[in-house]
């Protein structure tokens, strides 16, 4: 989270991919870091455990909240 943060503030755009257990803390970080708008990826925690087709099929229909957030849109389908 903080290498994200560093980029962020050298005008590096970037995108974090945060595991659900993790997704207070680095929520945390960056609003003490005075980013609180740093754009994450929440994933299942529970994909580690999983063949490489079973995390693709859970983390496929992820694609379009990522690309969004790599372009800067926010994922939600309303391109903000």
């Known amino acids: 989270m903080l290498d994200a943060v ?15 257990p993790f997704e207070s803390a680095a929520r945390t970080h960056a609003r003490l870091r005075e980013l609180p708008d740093i754009p994450l990826v929440i994933i299942p925690s529970d994909y580690l455990d999983r063949s490489d087709e079973a995390v693709a099929a859970k983390l496929g229909p992820m694609l379009d909240e990522i690309i969004a957030k790599l372009v800067g849109g926010d994922g939600d389908g309303d391109g903000n």
């Open 6 to 20: 560093h980029l962020e503030e050298q005008g590096t755009p970037s995108l974090t991919f945060v595991t659900e």
